[in-house]
């Protein structure tokens, strides 16, 4: 399994929102724990720069500015953060942060891993809590958290999918499944099923295009010539989901991705509501981190998360997107130049690309 640590969308939400504080603040203690970048202007810095501080939405985390590098971002030559002395304490962490992952069930036993760390125990717990802003034993429940939503979207039952987790009672999954998951396993487990979502349909410049959210964000994109096979899709994608047409003409989301694909709001970053399992997520948080007008190969976006073997399942997380465009898989082509496959068709890729390349340029 890959070092959860490695990427932005693999730091548990304890760990970002200490992390993001770090930014806001210009903490320069934590110079050398980590790097952040902005999407919009494809730059990462060290959490003390004395640069704007970015809204939270268009910041990535990385663990080392080499990572940063592989999915796009170039140094700022402001506070230099390829140049920031590595903290020691975060490659120990970093090692701890790998047993507990490798773990059968992601246990956090504080013997076991000071250990791994070569410290004693307590030392172990102060450290990851400074470094992490976690314990041991908060990352191993994120861990297994995600697990367990991976397993459910693979249509596993619930009681398998829990042990394979690494929950070993019904009861301890049910009684912290609401705060985490935000409904029981079962709901998460039926694909849609208890979503409520709205679609509007607008003229754009690839033809017709669908927008589907709900109050959290953006649940599909889909590009066609024709309304009837639109609707069918986001029905397929979502078949057991409440689904109803928007009463609104045109929401603020639609209005921006319609712009967006008019060549006229290039900086698009809309919230996203999609159904998925961890590899998707974080293969999609991967695309979302692709600067406008650049690409990517497939094999670049698995060696960017971490998993140089898995370009394979890069492609089929890219060819089962239900958020085009705010989630951008026609930025990730072939090895060869060649564009590859395209749910909505490769003219439309090739449009799309031409487009940001020349929208880049300018």
């Known amino acids: 399994m890959a070092k959860l640590s490695n990427t932005?969308?693999?730091?548990?939400?304890?760990?970002?929102?200490g992390y993001l504080a770090a930014v806001a603040s210009r903490d320069a203690r934590a110079d050398g724990v980590f790097v952040y970048a902005v999407r919009s202007t494809g730059i990462y810095c060290r959490p003390s720069c004395a640069s704007r501080r970015p809204r939270a939405n268009q910041v990535l985390l990385f663990a080392r500015p080499e990572i940063a590098e592989r999915a796009g971002f170039r140094a700022c030559r402001r506070c230099h953060p390829q140049r920031a002395p590595r903290d020691p304490r975060t490659e120990m962490i970093q090692r701890v942060c790998a047993a507990i992952e490798t773990s059968e069930g992601a246990r956090a036993d504080l013997r076991q891993l000071a250990a791994v760390a070569g410290v004693s125990a307590t030392h172990l717990q102060r450290t990851f809590r400074k470094v992490m802003g976690v314990t041991p034993r908060q990352y191993a429940n994120e861990?297994?958290?995600g697990r367990l939503k991976s397993n459910l979207r693979k249509e596993t039952n619930v009681t398998t999918a829990m042990y394979e987790a690494g929950y070993e009672?019904?009861?301890?999954?049910?009684?912290?499944?609401?705060?985490?998951?935000g409904m029981t396993p079962a709901t998460y487990r039926r694909g849609g099923r208890g979503m409520n979502i709205s679609y509007s349909i607008a003229n754009c410049a690839l033809g017709r295009v669908l927008v589907a959210f709900t109050e959290r964000g953006i649940s599909a994109v889909f590009l066609g010539d024709n309304d009837?096979?639109?609707?069918?899709?986001?029905?397929e994608e979502y078949p057991n989901a409440e689904i109803?047409?928007?009463?609104?003409?045109?929401?603020?989301w639609v209005s921006g991705i319609v712009r967006h694909l008019a060549g006229l709001y290039p900086g698009l970053d809309l919230p996203t509501d999609v159904v998925g399992t961890a590899f998707q997520r974080r293969v999609w948080e991967a695309l979302r981190a692709i600067p406008y007008g650049a690409t990517r190969t497939y094999s670049e976006v698995a060696l960017g998360l971490g998993l140089p073997k898995s370009t394979r399942a890069v492609a089929r997380a890219c060819a089962t997107n239900a958020a085009a465009i705010v989630v951008p898989c026609?930025?990730?082509?072939?090895?060869?130049?060649s564009l590859g496959g395209y749910r909505w068709g490769l003219k439309r890729k090739e449009q799309l690309l031409r487009q940001e390349s020349a929208g880049a340029r300018g």
Not at 244 to 252: A, G, I, T, V
């Open 143 to 145: 861990i297994r958290l």
């Open 228 to 235: 009837g096979p639109l609707v069918t899709a986001l029905r």
């Open 330 to 337: 026609h930025r990730v082509v072939r090895k060869d130049g």
């Open 244 to 252: 109803q047409r928007s009463s609104e003409k045109q929401s603020e």
């Open 169 to 181: 009672s019904s009861s301890r999954l049910y009684e912290q499944s609401n705060a985490q998951l």
């Open 8 to 17: 932005a969308t693999n730091f548990p939400a304890r760990v970002r929102r």
